[in-house]
């Protein structure tokens, strides 16, 4: 009885550790492979505590917000027939793109560390605080890049009626180039150092992932919503 109490216990403390491993904070890196620490643990989580305060917030609506100007003055003076709408629709994509990222690097995370048997409570609210502390520590390099970087550069295609499939693959293209490669530049570590061809490739990888999810929705709403309004407006003609 008393050998059965023990093992109990033991097996109780076991599982205790576990949990406790896996709520340690998310890795700050997307990529699968090497991972690359933007920096310390307490860095990144004094950064995600201020991100959530009111003063965070504030500057988050003006990181967001600020780009509209350079929408109308690109755009010269000429509005899109359907407002803001675009524009709120386009970063709401993105957003979620960076989200569904967290998510699931996340989720495949958890996987590699996870050692013994987990709580599926635990593993689900651990998996979902990983996401969500991602995806605000993310939102403060994700948000301004689109707000002056994709914002300008969708306006100058749109004002010169440039904004097509090809034009958007090869700015899209032309970018994950220069970010990898000004990424690659100086590396983070020991290991990145090193190994110059592996961390470009494993910094190419990470930087995709956030084209796909991020990007490529911010590009690819505003181009359906064009081509809806394109087409209403055909629609209208037509039957004058």
């Known amino acids: 009885m008393q050998t059965s109490t023990i093992n109990r216990s033991r097996l109780q403390t076991a599982v205790f550790r576990n949990v406790r491993v896996q709520r340690l904070p998310p890795r700050t890196s997307l990529s699968v492979g090497k991972t ?3 920096g310390s643990y307490m860095a990144t989580d004094f950064l995600v505590f201020w991100m959530t305060r009111p003063s965070g917030i504030a500057i988050f609506l003006i990181i967001i917000a600020t780009p509209l100007i350079f ?16 524009y709120v629709l386009a970063y709401t994509s993105s957003i979620a793109g960076l989200i569904i990222l967290c998510f699931l690097t996340s989720l495949m995370d958890f996987g590699s560390r996870a050692t013994g048997p987990v709580n599926e409570l635990s593993r689900w609210a651990t998996i979902l605080g990983w996401a969500l502390y991602l995806s605000v520590l993310l939102s403060v390099f994700v ?5 002056f970087i994709a914002v300008p550069v969708a306006a100058l295609l749109l004002r010169f ?3 097509e499939i090809r034009n958007i693959v090869g700015v899209l293209v032309f970018f ?14 020991s290991w990145a150092e090193s190994h110059r061809f592996g ?22 709403t505003l ?3 064009k081509s809806r309004s394109s087409l209403a407006t055909d629609n209208s003609l037509g039957n004058k």
């Open 161 to 163: 009626q440039c904004f």
């Open 223 to 225: 181009y359906f919503m």
């Open 36 to 38: 690359i620490h933007i």
């Open 71 to 86: 929408w109308r003055f690109i755009r010269g003076g000429k509005r899109l027939s359907w407002g803001l709408r675009p």
């Open 143 to 147: 948000l301004p890049l689109i707000g």
């Open 199 to 220: 961390s470009f490739v494993s910094h190419g990888q990470t930087i995709a992932y956030g084209m796909v999810f991020i990007a490529v929705p911010f590009f690819f």
């Open 176 to 189: 994950w180039a220069i970010l990898t490669f000004a990424v690659w530049l100086f590396p983070g570590n």
